[in-house]
């Protein structure tokens, strides 16, 4: 494990790489905690990465800006993350063609922003050679994921952390990915619970029919019950499940050591 700064010149550890012994380079996965964009859980942050590792995924996990931060800040965040991963691959043993978001809630909505994003979604600058590389992961696990910011499955909180308490920093509907799912958004796999009381089982739902109706190769599971925030949701039966069927989605796309 070792802590990097993201951007150059700003203090502090701003992605921390969980890396894995391979003869070949690994593919890897960048972790995007929840938190309603204005904390990150930390049960959806080291424990998912060192999870990644078990299945010979280079793990690197994301300490992106929330609250009082306004959009397009995470999503700037976010979309360095990957091309620094794809710049230090060599440091790291890792294959950039390779290279994988994994966001939980907000952090769900956060990666499935930067797949659907047509952009180019870059700093005002100053550039350096990171900037270089392509930002658009090569697919997206979303678990119980913000994906609407409109209507009653929206979740208020994070549409207001996001952007702000009149919604100064950006349209909404724009940021609704069901909205920008597109012939080059990347394979899926999403999971939520069906009676998800903080962030509507719908917004998998509107997610996984836009995926479909675009063509975009998408795996979702909906599990009956199950609180918001359950992480790895390790000693629970049923949901607990997801982690092995994510597993073979990634191992289905490329996605082994």
Known sequence: ???????????????????????????????LPGGGY????????????????????AAFALHYRVAPHRHPLPLLDAARAVRWVRAHATDHGVDPERVGVLGFSAGGHLAGLLATETGPALAEGPHDEVDAQEARPDLAVLCYPV??????????????????????AGD?????????????????????????????????????????????????HVYPNGAHGLGLAVGDPVVGDWTSRCAVFLRSHGFTG
Do not use: C
Request: aromatic share 4%; glycine share 8%; hydrophobic share 40%.
């Open 1 to 31: 494990m070792s802590g990097h700064r993201l951007w150059p010149g700003e203090p502090g550890e701003r992605i921390t790489a969980y890396p894995v012994p391979s003869k070949r380079p690994a593919p890897a996965v960048v972790v």
């Open 38 to 57: 204005t904390r990150l859980a930390e049960h959806e942050n080291e424990p998912v990465a060192r999870w990644l590792n078990t299945l010979g995924i």
């Open 147 to 168: 994906v609407t910011l409109t209507g009653p499955a929206a979740h208020a909180g994070s549409v207001a952390a996001l952007l702000g308490p009149g919604q100064e």
């Open 172 to 220: 909404p509907a724009e940021l609704s990915i069901e909205r920008r799912v597109g012939p080059r958004t990347p394979p899926v796999f999403v999971w939520h619970t069906a009676d998800d009381a903080s962030v509507p089982v719908d917004n998998a739902l509107l997610l996984t029919s836009a995926l479909a109706r675009h063509g975009v190769p998408v795996e979702a």
